[in-house]
């Protein structure tokens, strides 16, 4: 497995987890469409852990890959990366048009933020399913 693979499918099973779990627990507060006490709290401690578990990830999977991690991309992992990006793009560029029509309905700031957030989560873990696939099952 290549070591862009592995680095996507970090990315694809760590992401949703993690903000799974960040909107798992702020649901009420969206429900409610008011922001409790520690909300922001749980944003930053969930992008902190983000961050720390991606990191370390990435460090353990360039250790065991050796001169793999550090070899330039060829021109069909540039493809891959690239068609990877497009599609998170165009999905990204939907999702917000959908989230932009909760305006309309009336939703809060809050609602609209964390959908906002939610289309980025969900943008990032089509593209690098995309790239898994990608090398799976060819371009």
Not at 41 to 64: D, E, R
């Given at each position: ?11 694809l ?12 627990k ?6 409610d ?26 460090i ?5 890959a050796g001169k ?6 060829d ?12 599609v998170g ?17 009336g ?6 933020a ?22 799976r099952?060819?371009?």
């Amino acid at each position: 497995m290549p070591f862009r693979e592995r680095t996507a499918w970090i990315s694809l099973v760590v992401t949703p987890l993690i903000w799974g779990g960040y909107f798992w627990k702020l649901w009420p507060d969206l429900r409610d469409g008011a922001l409790q006490p520690g909300s922001v709290g749980l944003f930053v401690s969930t992008v902190v852990l983000l961050m720390i578990v991606q990191i370390v990830m990435a460090i353990v999977l360039a250790i065991f890959a050796g001169k793999a991690a550090e070899t330039p991309m060829d021109e069909r992992e540039q493809l891959i990366d690239l068609k990877a990006a497009r599609v998170g793009y165009y999905l990204l560029g939907g999702l917000l048009f959908f989230v932009s029509a909760l305006w309309i309905t009336g939703a809060s700031a809050l609602v609209m933020a964390n959908g906002i957030l939610a289309a980025m989560v969900i943008a990032e873990t089509l593209r690098a399913g995309k790239i898994v696939a990608g090398y799976r099952w060819g371009l």
